[in-house]
């Protein structure tokens, strides 16, 4: 391809909403312009990368015996009313009427298009087990879409769905899609991290999310994740699913008496800590959340976070957020308390549930909210001055150094970006859409589920993320738009030219995917813009071309050599090969 005819236009500028490198560098190197909010346009560089990523991904799915199909975008409500999803999914999905006020969705995932698949075509035992999958666009009304293409409204996945007879059969088809998915990153150059995940609320279900690690790279704050690790045992899991061990800690606060104190304006732990002059890990925070719309109180040691994904779970809810002044001004008139924020308790609340983590269990003598503003009960204990509540889980936020469950090892944290996600789901779908098939003893038997997806587009970006320097992109060889870009310094020598042409024609003729900037530019601009695109090889034919030389440059290390241009096209044959 000729720069000269190629569509790119390369900017000078970070565009203003990017704040993470992928989002400034793929808009500034010409790979995508944004159409609306969360919505972007693939420019042809762009689709050239997404293509190779999504031909990764079809070798290796397919080598681990899956097959592809394509299901529509649009799907149209009663599969979704049928699985119960209709309800519950929120406002992520993107809703709609055709013309028959027949209400329909744009697809964010697509379990329930496949269960009705199966469940129309799949009658026996004899055709299982089955990997089904597609490369499609999804959309999903992403209530904070940013960071350009990591997390976009419409966006480009990967879904595969594998059906088995029993959980013995969806051990292997996860195994196998495990093994692909390591594959999958590998070849796209990107090292990427297996760690256990939130399943939601299905008991007993198991999920790995794989992480690109981005935390090596202090200017890049793209992982939207936490995770959780142990250097010693190899433990790993997202914080929304991370348990830990805890370091050992005085609970007792040492009060001789239960006492009311006057605390004023001691509305936060750290105030109320200093003003008592007790460490924070004697006092039993009461948090107010909103857990589908029903109130519920959690109880957590001073000095420890709550993490709403296990707390949601707790309660197999779909949707939580913490209480507003107002929804707490409620429960306390409903309570018969007038309390604001910071000085609620468990004792005497009304039409609330109420869930302790268990940090709180062992506190003695200990500091707690009475629903009275300004004042605390110190020197409170379980069973005398406050009933502990019967609900009691592990819903806190791990912390780093906290030791690890298995191993007792001190945890770590580092950020990901999720590029991939595989998932136990096993009857969910099959049951609540009742698709089933006939087992060796003719029984009809629920399909057991999994689901694997990989973001193709956030992929992309994640390599960016990964690879790059000041300069721009540095692509993966593997996914690189392509691999080497011709640059004939002067376009008005007529030697530099020619020579660079002739390499180029070599160079095509071998199949290479290469491109030449014939343009009549400025050599700094061509430069620039090579290393700002990111291809991973450049050939510059300059001044030494009197010598026979040209300079052989390999931008991920920046390496420089200067050798023949027969030399420079035969070195890029050798790395086709
Ligand atoms: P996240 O927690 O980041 O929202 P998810 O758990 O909702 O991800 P899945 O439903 O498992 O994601 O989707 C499979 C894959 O699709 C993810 O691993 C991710 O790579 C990609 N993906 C999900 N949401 C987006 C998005 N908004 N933009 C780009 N890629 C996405
Ligand atoms: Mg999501």
Redesign the pocket.
Known sequence: MRMSKLFVQTLRENPADAEVISHKLLVRAGYIRKLAN?IYNYLPLMWRVLKKIENIVREEMDRAGAQELLMPFVQPSELWKESGRWDVYGKELMRMKDRHEREMCLG??HEEVITAIAREGIRSYKQLPVNLYQIQS?F?D?IR?RFG?????E?I?K?AYSFDVDEKGLDKSYEIMAEAYKKIFERCGLETKMVQSDSGAIGGSVSH??MVLVNENSETNAG??DVFYCPKCGYSANSNHAVSKLNPVNTDGGFEKAEIKDTPKCGSITELAEYLKVPSCVICKCLIYVIDGKYVAALIRGDRTVEETKLMNAFNGNEIRIAGNDEIEEIMTNSGYSAVAGFIGPKGLKGIEIIADETVVPLKNFVIGINETDKHLTGANWGKDVDLPSKICDIRLVEENDLCPQCSEKLKVTKGI????I?KLGMKYSKSMNAVFSDKDGQEKPFIMGCY???I???AAAAVERHHDEHGIIWPQSIAPYLVTIVPVSDQDEQQMKIAEEIYQKLLEAKVEVLIDDRSERAGVKLKDADLIGIPYRITVGKTIKDNLVEFKTRSTGEIEFITPEQAAEKIKKIIL
Do not use: A, C, H, Q
């Open positions: 969360g964010p995932t999804k999903r992403e879409p293409l990591l997390r976009g409204r966006f996945m879904d999310e794989f939207e994740n999720e590029v991939g996600n998932f997806g990989i973001g587009s956030r992929t």
